[in-house]
Nanobody, 124 residues
């Protein structure tokens, strides 16, 4: 089985930065695994944020975070990261990492494994 554990969330003022981490354990992923970040604000659907291939050679972002967020991964440490800069109040949500072989990397229910989430709160 796979365990994904997120960390790094917290409270930050608008314009600030946070770096989220997601440590994976339990199995060695195949070369074609995709890892992603999603977020869910109160009363809203879970929303795709970013995704990355195992090698890190390809990254994908939703329009609202492109240019502000950077997804990366350390294969040796088996850890996924999300560097979030220029944070806005609308970025407030619980952030989840996911792993799997999705038919569409932006569709949350196509991922096989999920973490428990970490809260990010951006004050205005």
């Amino acid at each position: 089985q796979v365990q994904l554990v997120e960390s790094g969330g917290g409270l930050v003022q608008a314009g600030g930065s946070l770096r989220l981490s997601c440590a994976a354990s339990g199995r060695t992923f195949s070369n074609n695994v995709i890892m992603g970040w999603f977020r869910q604000a109160p009363g809203k659907e879970r929303e795709y944020v970013a995704a990355i291939t195992r090698s890190g050679s390809m990254t994908y972002y939703t329009d609202s975070v492109r240019g502000r967020f950077t997804i990366s991964r350390d294969i040796v440490k088996n850890t996924l990261y999300l560097q979030m800069n220029s944070l806005k109040p609308e970025d407030t949500a619980v952030y989840y990492c996911a792993a799997g072989w999705p038919h569409d990397y932006s569709v949350y229910d196509s991922y096989a494994y999920w973490g428990q989430g970490t809260q990010v709160t951006v004050s205005s």
